[in-house]
């Protein structure tokens, strides 16, 4: 039998190691109580006192990528689904740039309600002085080039990139949305009306579309993709998510995704649902005039490249896009060279976009940022 002076220890230890251990184990699971912004919540880590922007506290920061000269990304990088993740998240850490709520957002709150239907009695932009801007540099690039279009579109990027320095650019405020490796552009309203976005083609990367989320109100956001996971869940924390392919032709078709199989991510061949573009921007939608478009696609883009063009499919059923990015394969597609060329020259010979900061990804692919200088709406949303 225990000594009862040994008992009253051992009951005082016990009852200690058990108060103790319940405080820890309420201290631990007590939920952190972070700032939302826009019904998202914003769940910083720790970073260096010395990058804080104007006394910013850890609470009020997120983190998003900005405008660096990134390299371009080796598919090869992206075999592991998780190494991707890390890369996008390694870069944002890396550059450790501190995003606060963006000034962006509640500049836009505060401008009138936007009056389509009129001119701007004094415009930030002279369309046609950027217009013809635009024909001076572009056109002998595409007249030089104009039999050989594998060259020309191999040689785009270094050929046409000096043409976003011109001096009819200088008011053209186009803004860089990085996602985690590549650069989209945009240009904001100067008025505030409801707006459209769309992302065709979302491959695991909602860095851009979040940021415009942050910095750009009464904007609705819709995205369609044919690999579900995880494009779903981030997308579907912006928006409406759509679990299939938009190409020229409803039906099953042979599509270049970007997919996870045994928990590896690889770009290949596989055969999806799509849905052709027209019915989905007017039936599934339900809208015709889309503001902002990211279209990413592997190369499906090739079947409706002419849709953009004065007089085509999109002008048959009435839908306007003001400004997008696109991914353009011209490598990957059958006759994808003559069938980009074709697009650019009849963009010229339209007079409805410019073209303008174009990115390298690889040989015969890159970025290219088109914006509408023809439609009265889309100048006095966005130029004016």
């Not at 635009?134 to 594998?150: A, L, Q």
């Not at 491959?203 to 956001?221: C, R, W, Y």
């Not at 270049?256 to 928990?263: P, Y």
Request: glycine letters at 4%.
């Amino acid at each position: 039998m225990l000594n009862p002076h040994v008992n009253q220890k051992l009951l005082i230890l016990v009852a200690t190691t058990i108060v103790v251990t319940i405080y820890l184990f309420v201290l631990n699971s007590k939920a952190v109580e972070y700032p939302t912004y826009r019904g998202i919540k914003l769940e910083p880590e720790p970073l260096p006192e010395e990058i804080f922007l104007n006394g910013t506290t850890n609470s009020e920061i997120v983190y998003e990528a900005q405008d660096p000269e990134i390299p371009v990304v080796d598919e090869t990088e992206f075999d592991d689904l998780r190494a991707a993740y890390r890369r996008i998240e390694h870069f944002v850490r890396v550059n450790r740039i501190p995003f606060v709520k963006d000034e962006k957002y509640d500049e836009i709150l505060g401008m009138k309600q936007c009056d389509l239907t009129k001119d701007e009695s004094n415009p930030k932009n002279d369309v046609g002085k950027i217009l013809n801007g635009f024909h001076k540099c572009i056109d002998p690039i595409v007249g030089y080039y104009k039999k050989n279009p594998e060259q020309m579109l191999n040689q785009w990027v270094d050929r046409t990139k000096h043409c976003d320095d011109i001096p009819e650019y200088e008011n053209l405020k186009i803004h860089p949305l990085q996602n985690g490796d590549e650069i989209k552009r945009h240009i904001y309203p100067n008025c505030r009306e409801k707006t459209v976005h769309v992302t065709l083609g979302i491959g695991h990367d909602v860095i851009a579309e979040k940021k415009l989320n942050m910095s750009q109100p009464d904007t609705v956001f819709y995205g369609a993709d044919p690999v579900i996971e995880p494009n779903a869940k981030i997308f579907s924390e912006l928006g409406k998510f759509f679990p299939f392919a938009v190409a020229r032709e409803a039906g099953v078709s042979s599509f270049r995704v970007l997919a996870t199989h045994l928990r590896k991510a690889k770009y290949m061949f596989l055969d999806v649902t799509a849905v052709d573009i027209i019915y989905f921007f007017k039936n599934i939608l339900k809208v015709t005039k889309i503001d902002s478009l990211f279209v990413d696609i592997e190369g499906a883009e090739q079947t409706f490249l002419d849709y953009f063009h004065v007089g085509g499919e999109f002008d048959k059923n009435g839908i306007t896009i003001c400004q997008f990015n696109m991914e353009i394969h011209s490598i990957v597609w059958p006759h994808g060279y003559q069938t980009t060329s074709k697009f650019l020259e009849q963009l010229l010979k339209d007079n409805r976009y410019i073209f303008v900061k174009p990115t390298p990804q690889r040989r015969g692919v890159f970025k290219q940022y088109f914006i509408n200088v023809k439609d009265p709406e889309c100048v006095r949303k966005f130029l004016q």
